[in-house]
């Protein structure tokens, strides 16, 4: 599985952005994709997640109500709307996907066997 994750920027307090990772390979139609960021100096830390069956979503209690993650499934594409963006967002944001992951380990990274590449978010305040 190949992850190709976009949409970076720089924006200011406030503003929003939509990131985007799209999924490749054999067995894109079955993952669950997730976004995790890591600011400087800080670990990584989970974001949200959906599940492609089912389509259920989880959030960070930091990003709930600001963050929208939704999926399309004809693109094999999963998209991070965020929105009322706060400076301590500024991170690298990271699409994440695996084929088997059960759910008390759904915020973890290490439960996730493919990752892309990784995208800027700046936000300014």
């Known amino acids: 599985v190949q992850l190709q994750a976009s949409g970076g920027g720089t924006v200011q307090a406030g503003g929003s952005l939509r990131l985007s990772c799209a999924a490749s390979g054999r067995t894109a139609s079955r993952l669950t994709i997730g976004w995790f960021r890591q600011a400087p100096g800080k670990e990584r830390e989970f974001v949200s997640v959906?599940?492609?069956?089912?389509?259920?979503?989880y959030y960070a209690d930091s990003v709930k109500g600001r963050f929208t993650i939704s999926g399309d499934k004809a693109k094999n594409t999963v998209y991070l709307l965020m929105n009322s963006l706060r400076p301590e967002d500024t991170a690298v944001y990271y699409c994440?996907?695996?084929?088997?992951?059960?759910?008390?380990?759904?915020?973890?990274?290490?439960?996730?066997?493919?990752w892309g590449q990784g995208t800027l978010v700046t936000v300014s305040s």
């Open positions: 959906i599940r492609w069956s089912g389509g259920n979503t």
């Open positions: 994440a996907a695996d084929s088997s992951i059960i759910l008390s380990s759904i915020r973890q990274s290490p439960s996730y066997a493919y």
